[in-house]
């Protein structure tokens, strides 16, 4: 006799069922799930649910937001005024920016002779040709408008390199324009500058310009305008001396070729806007 339950069915003295087989057999069985845990099982999905679509919302913002900005970054809304581009030939280039003469270094020329923005201020005053603008109208002068006068053209014109200045290491030289024609006209604003050499090839780049404020300036028969050429008087690196200027009158496409001798050293050529008179700007 083992103690264990006869396989015959027999207890251990063999007189019928063993009274312990029921509790060593008791059928197989399962413990019930807690209370609400499918509930808050289905709460916490639908929580990741909703994380995961804010998250995909906010990210969705994000690159919306950086696609706007990049947008705005792309595109200028620059309203500086456009003065008469100088357009030109294949080896002419009109003057953009220009350092301050005799007070700031120059900034770089550019390269093609599109319409440039210009760095000064126009205003609506217009000045009189050879009339100083808080005086008397001189010699020159008119009392033309520019609403009722045409813009000067390059055939009714007449360049001249006129006098000069210098200073503190500095050149100035007064570049002229003279109407010669029978009617008034008027000029805004800067010139397209050039030296060329004597077989009319350009000698390094155009002149760059000087931000300075500006008002129109009407040409009577006979009247002129001016502007200012600064350069600097042999310092650092410089360019063969011109033979030649070729200058585009504001608004014009044409361009005047007349005898003067310009030296750009130390990568300094600036042109001022025009004014009344002969004397450059400021006058003088």
Do not use: W
Not at 120 to 141: C, D, H, L, V, Y
């Amino acid at each position: 006799m083992t103690g264990f339950p006869d396989p015959q069915g027999g207890g251990p003295d063999g007189d019928g069922a063993d009274p312990v087989e029921p509790l060593l057999r008791q059928p197989p069985g399962y413990l019930d799930a807690p209370p609400s845990a499918f509930a808050q099982i289905r709460r916490r999905a639908a929580r990741r649910r909703r994380a995961r679509a804010a998250g995909g919302g906010l990210a969705a913002a994000v690159v919306l937001t950086g696609s706007v900005y990049l947008v705005g970054t792309l595109h200028s809304r620059g309203t500086d005024e456009v003065v008469g581009p100088p357009a030109g030939d294949s080896s002419t280039t009109a003057a953009s920016s220009v350092p301050t003469p005799r007070r700031t270094p120059p900034s770089s020329a550019p390269s093609t002779p599109a319409a440039r923005r210009t760095t000064g201020t126009p205003s609506s005053t217009p000045t009189e040709a050879g009339t100083p603008t808080t005086g008397t109208p001189t010699r020159g002068g008119s009392t033309g408008h520019p609403a009722t006068t045409p813009m000067c053209a390059t055939s009714q014109l007449t360049a001249t390199l006129g006098g000069g200045d210098a200073g503190a290491g500095s050149l100035f030289r007064y570049l002229v324009l003279v109407n010669h024609g029978s009617t008034s006209c008027h000029l805004t604003g800067y010139p397209g500058l050039s030296m060329l050499d004597a077989k009319g090839r350009q000698i390094g780049a155009p002149a760059d310009r000087q931000p300075m404020d500006y008002t129109p300036v009407v040409l009577r028969p006979g009247g002129s305008a001016s502007d200012t050429i600064h350069t600097v008087n042999q310092q650092g690196t410089c360019l063969p001396a011109s033979a030649r200027l070729r200058i585009y009158p504001p608004g014009n496409t044409a361009s005047l070729d007349f005898t003067g001798s310009v030296t750009n050293c130390d990568d300094l050529f600036t042109v001022t806007p025009f004014v009344a008179g002969s004397t450059g700007n400021p006058p003088s």
